[in-house]
Antibody, heavy 120, light 108 residues
């Protein structure tokens, strides 16, 4: 059974870069069946889908974050990563990584989430 | 971008009652990529339904998904105490993938 686990600093200073990694077990990140996505939930707000990477290295980001975000894939480590630059307090959120079906009809799987606080 | 609208915002019901949650899309969605999640405070969302009507692993059969085109429904046939939570719909067929704002089901 696939499992995803987020890791990274829980506190980031304003204007710095937020960096998170998602470690995947139970499936190969080199699978063409799935997108590898990041989603966040800011305090008291709904779920916000950030973007994905695909095994080919193709990425997609939501327009509102596109200038600050990068999602990359590491097939050797079976991980994918999120980098969000120039963060402000508005980027404080629980960040989730997820495996979302691309070419198959299947369940989506999420990590448990990690809280990142932007504060000086 | 496909906008998902969920109604009602809050649903106040008693245990044992039937809950009907709506998710409406701003344009037609492939049924294969419409999902429903349940979320409780401080917890990650839990997948209930994928492919519009397929129950995820371990999800009891009182959770029923249906719909097509732009209109989708999650029905909870008989509310159990553990079902009082926040419910989100999501489309993951057309980028950017999007979530609805959620329907809160609380105890009347």
């Amino acid at each position: 059974q696939v499992q995803l686990q987020e890791s990274g600093p829980g506190l980031v200073r304003p204007s710095q870069t937020l960096s998170l990694t998602c470690t995947v077990s139970g499936d190969s990140i080199n699978s063409g069946d799935y997108y590898w996505s990041w989603i966040r939930q800011r305090p008291g707000l709904g779920l916000e889908w950030i973007g994905y990477t695909y095994y080919t290295g193709t990425t997609y980001y939501i327009p509102s974050l596109k200038s600050r975000v990068a999602i990359s894939i590491d097939k050797v480590q079976n991980q994918f990563s999120l980098k969000l630059s120039s963060v402000t307090a508005a980027d404080t959120a629980v960040y989730y990584c997820a495996r979302e079906p691309a070419t198959v009809v299947a369940e989506t799987n999420w990590g448990q989430g990690t809280l990142v606080t932007v504060s000086s | 971008e496909i906008v998902l609208t969920q109604s009602p915002g809050t649903l106040s019901l008693s245990p044992g009652a039937r809950a009907t949650l709506s998710c409406r899309a701003s344009q037609s969605i492939t049924t294969s990529f419409l999902a429903w999640y349940q979320q409780k405070p401080g917890r990650a969302p839990r997948l209930l339904i994928y492919n519009t009507s397929s129950r995820a692993t371990g999800i009891p059969d009182r959770f029923i998904g249906s719909g097509s085109g732009t209109d989708f429904t999650l029905t909870i046939s008989r509310l159990e105490p553990e079902d009082f939570a926040l419910y989100h719909c999501q489309q993951h067929g057309i980028s950017p993938f999007t979530f609805g704002p959620g329907t809160k089901v609380d105890i009347k």
